[in-house]
């Protein structure tokens, strides 16, 4: 592992990453991996058994960290998630990475970061670094149903959805679902009482009815950190990246 680079100086936050890099010459395929922890805490340590097993089956792996809430309210961590992606980009030649093949991969807050990173990147800026595939594990992905006046995610979005009825669109990955979204992986577990399996579920929906390629796995009996280490989630979803990324080509 390559600890602590530096991605970028925010005003009280300094971004880095941790590179995870597989043997061999490469170009290799890339992976983002983004942590949880409630958009509010975390630590992209906690992804490491992730960025190791993806390193160890052929892809270099950048683990990033972001800015929290509520001291930085949405779009921030999305903000930084794209600096993420963008500095990957622009340090492929010193990790041999081919930035024709570079996914995201996240879990709860991650996943659901991964996710609006691919659909608002592919929606809005064709010069942007595109994503080609996303693993999201436990994502929350539509905060449209919200409750009007309920202050659940105000700490993240800054109010209620009566209040901030823009950032809760915005901040939906459904919302943002085009024939451009990357394909996606989803995994969850059956027994999530922290994200609903709903959440997920209807943007798989979308996306397939777009005819873009998306699988759906559900962690049977396991919840919300239980699906974050179920070792057949994992191998289904390097499965879904080497077809999509073509790892063979390597």
């Known amino acids: 592992m390559v600890p ?10 300094t ?18 991996m983004i942590h949880g922890g409630a958009w509010a805490g975390g630590s992209r340590s906690n992804m490491a058994g992730n960025a190791l097993f993806l390193a160890n089956n052929g892809y270099a792996v950048a683990s990033i960290s972001y800015r929290f ?30 930035t024709n093949r570079i996914a995201s991969w996240g879990h709860s807050a991650g996943g659901h ?57 915005m901040a939906s990955p459904i919302s943002h679902v085009t024939a451009k979204c990357p394909p996606i992986f989803f995994f969850h577990g059956t027994e999530d009482n922290v994200v609903p399996i709903e959440e997920a579920q ?13 699988v759906f796995y559900k962690s049977q009996g396991r919840g919300h950190i239980g699906s974050l280490i179920d070792p057949e989630a994992r191998r289904e979803a390097l499965k879904f990246l080497d077809g999509q990324l073509k790892l063979g080509g390597s």
């Open 113 to 169: 970061l991964a996710c609006l990173v691919a659909a608002t990147d592919a929606e809005k800026d064709p010069e942007a670094p595109q994503l080609k595939a996303v693993v999201a594990g436990a994502a929350p992905c539509d905060f449209t149903n919200e409750p009007l006046e309920s202050r659940r995610l105000s700490f993240f979005l800054g109010g209620s959805r009566a209040e901030k009825p823009g950032a809760y669109v």
């Open 69 to 98: 809430a509520p001291s930085h309210v949405f779009p921030a961590q999305l903000e930084d998630c794209r600096e993420g992606l963008k500095w990957l980009v622009e340090h492929a030649e010193q990790f041999h990475i081919d």
């Open 202 to 214: 209807v943007m798989h929906d979308k996306l397939s009815s777009l005819g873009i390629p998306t």
């Open 4 to 13: 602590n680079q530096l991605i970028a100086e925010r005003a009280d936050k």
């Open 15 to 32: 971004l880095r990453a941790d590179v995870y890099l597989p043997a061999g010459e490469g170009p290799f395929p890339a992976v983002l």
